[in-house]
């Protein structure tokens, strides 16, 4: 199973069940941050929220996570980092966990190798996550990097999967007009086992 798959698979549950805020609210922040990245155009976005340092840091992480592949354009081109600028913004109470764990991991590189987590190699940040995606696994001693990882994660799936390049990569074919409904497919029917 890829990545991307198991992803899609854990925010297919509600959204709501792990989040502060509505699937209504989510929605609009992506458009707001669709909104922000369009308005953008020309200059770069300027985060209200996030320092120089940490922004950089936001945007290799979320595509980190969610990378551009065949069938959709990465975390950062849906507009992730945006989202998550203006959720964090929005809801104070995620704001000291957010820079806390920006801060843990950038201190966990500086232990292991001399250097913040953006100057670290793509093999030595691959270990610094792995250490802390699998809270199964993990070291109690990384509690606190594996909490921010699972939260830090869930944002970025939540602002990927609701950009319109989040809802394109899954196919969903809701919100469309039908001309003329003609009934459930042939194929579909036949899947299901049911016909009418």
């Not at 945006?82 to 920006?102: C, K």
């Not at 913040?116 to 270990?127: K, P, Y």
């Not at 939540?158 to 809701?174: E, H, P």
């Amino acid at each position: 199973m890829q990545r991307r798959d198991v992803l899609k698979l854990l925010t297919a549950a509600p959204l709501a069940a792990g989040f502060a805020w509505s699937a209504e609210e989510a929605h609009a922040a992506s458009a707001l941050a669709e909104a922000a990245r369009q308005a953008a155009t020309g200059t770069a976005f300027t985060p209200k929220f996030f320092t120089a340092h940490e922004w950089a840091t936001v945007r290799v992480l979320v595509d980190l996570i969610l990378p551009r592949d065949d069938r959709s354009g990465s975390a950062t081109d849906a507009g992730v980092p945006e989202f998550m600028d203006f959720i964090v913004l929005d809801q104070p109470a995620r704001q000291t966990a957010m820079r806390g764990g920006l801060a843990w991991v950038d201190l966990e590189c500086q232990q292991r190798f001399d250097k913040t987590f953006l100057d670290c190699s793509a093999d030595e940040r691959t270990a610094v996550l792995d250490d802390i995606a699998w809270p199964v696994r993990a070291a109690s001693e990384r509690a606190h990097g594996v909490a921010f990882f699972n939260s830090f994660r869930d944002l970025t799936a939540a602002g990927f999967w609701t950009s319109r390049i989040g809802i394109a990569d899954l196919q969903y074919m809701g919100n469309r007009s039908v001309a003329q409904w003609r009934g459930c497919p042939d194929e579909a029917l036949k899947k299901l086992g049911v016909s009418y």
